[in-house]
């Protein structure tokens, strides 16, 4: 019997809900390529329910528990001391959710001689060190599409928030003004900007659809181009190189996984090209851009505005200079933990843990990682090697 480890951000402040804002969420069957959402032959939980946290326990308790499996949920997950490093010397199964990443280095990995599945409650398994992953034939696996429409549709949030000046602007009424030149002063339209997303998948492509009807100019960088028909429908402009894409735009939105390739894409060098106040969009990891570039850039006015939700490490130390650079609109890691997308990556999760203990193959969209390899969406959007370094500094964050 297995015994599994999952790791969960901590509860609300007050407590676990008792009642949600609204009585129930859309039914979701596809995905706009025709994907299906996950099919677990059965769910334990209310879709709606805060399921990403301690008590949510991803609705599997019952699920793993009948089956004679053991859990062990905690949020307890950085520095040597942490509940997650000492559980993990036996654990069989490890999850964890990009929001408050459960960082597998190749350390941890080693001390996990039982661990055979590392699955990503969500997308994006950059906080396993892949390398190791595929050196030690552990199985690497996440739940493809479970949360990139939310993620596209707070892209186009954050986009019009920092563009319209949103955020200051709110915060004048809660203070009791009506400053209409102090909102106003740095407030555009979006119309007729030329905006581009670094990677056209999943989300940037979602993105791409949701902007046309702004009416703005839509550019791409990836390392596969999109179908001539998708370039055609949506007017995009395709570049070889994001260089050649971030030059000649007004929004950069940053879409693509983090892996060796993308580490510190954008940095003083890449931005130094950009256009004066230009705009950077990034939902997709903290690290594919420059920490002290972005906030250097935003003081000097090289850059307009900031907005995102990732961060490197997670969470981010108090001090951690995106938390008080000026013209941001930071939030931690939420766009992909909406209640509407927890309902599907928790049936991803459970989906394969049916399969894994089953015997069945992982539907190899959902794979990473497997048999030693790049395999299915890791074979197609991530590169070998690791991108975990530096992540012990999440352990400032409580220290
Ligand atoms: P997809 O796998 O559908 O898309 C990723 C795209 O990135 C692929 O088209 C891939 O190209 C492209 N890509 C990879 N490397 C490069 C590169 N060096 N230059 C340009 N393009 C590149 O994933 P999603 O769109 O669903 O998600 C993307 C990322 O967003 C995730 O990996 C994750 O990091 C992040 N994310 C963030 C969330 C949040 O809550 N903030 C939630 C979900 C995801 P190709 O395959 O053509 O080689």
Not at 107 to 120: G, H, S
Not at 235 to 246: G, P
Not at 287 to 308: T, V
């Amino acid at each position: 019997m297995a015994k599994v480890l999952c790791v969960l951000y901590d509860d609300p402040v007050g407590g676990y809900p008792k009642a949600y804002a609204r009585d129930a969420i859309p039914k979701i069957e596809r995905y706009a390529d025709g994907q299906t959402t996950p099919t677990p032959q059965a769910i334990d939980f209310k879709p709606g329910a805060l399921l990403g946290c301690v008590s949510g326990e991803l609705g599997l308790r019952k699920f793993l528990e009948s089956r004679g499996h053991s859990l062990f949920v905690t949020s307890d997950k950085d520095g040597p001391n942490s509940a997650f490093e000492k559980e993990l010397v036996d654990a069989e199964i490890v999850i964890s959710q990009p929001f408050w990443p459960a960082y597998l280095t190749a350390e941890r990995i080693a001390k996990a001689p039982k661990l055979k599945l590392a699955l990503t409650a969500g997308i994006g398994s950059d906080h396993v060190d892949l390398q190791a992953a595929i050196d030690r034939k552990i199985t690497v696996a996440e739940v493809t599409f479970s949360n990139s429409i939310s993620v596209a549709e707070h892209v186009v949030m954050m986009i019009l928030g920092l563009v319209r000046n949103y955020i200051p602007s709110y915060q004048w009424v809660v203070k009791g003004g009506w400053n209409i030149a102090d909102c106003v002063e740095r407030s555009y339209d979006v119309e007729g900007m030329e905006v581009g997303t670094v990677a056209a998948g999943r989300i940037g492509l979602a993105v791409l659809r949701r902007l046309k009807p702004f009416d703005v100019k839509l550019h791409y960088t990836d390392r596969h181009r999109l179908p001539e028909s998708v370039e055609k429908e949506l007017n995009l402009i395709y570049h070889a190189d994001v260089e050649s894409m971030a030059k000649v735009c007004d929004v950069v939105t940053i879409n693509c996984p983090l892996h060796p390739e993308t580490e510190h894409l954008f940095n003083a060098s890449l931005i130094a090209k950009m256009k004066r106040g230009a705009y950077i969009i990034n939902t997709a990891r903290g690290k594919i851009c420059d920490r002290d570039a972005i906030a250097s850039a935003l003081e000097s006015g090289q850059l307009a505005g900031y907005a995102g939700d990732v961060w490197f490490p997670q969470p981010a130390p108090k001090d951690h200079p995106w938390r008080t650079m000026p013209h941001h609109g930071m939030t931690p890691h939420i766009s992909g933990s909406s209640l509407s997308a927890q309902a599907r990556y928790a049936a991803g999760t459970r989906e394969i843990l049916e399969c894994w203990f089953d015997g069945k193959p992982i539907r190899n969209e959902y794979l990473v990682v497997d048999g030693g390899k790049l395999a299915g969406v890791g074979a197609h959007s991530y590169s070998a090697g690791n991108a975990t370094k530096g992540s012990e500094e999440a352990a400032r964050f409580r220290g």
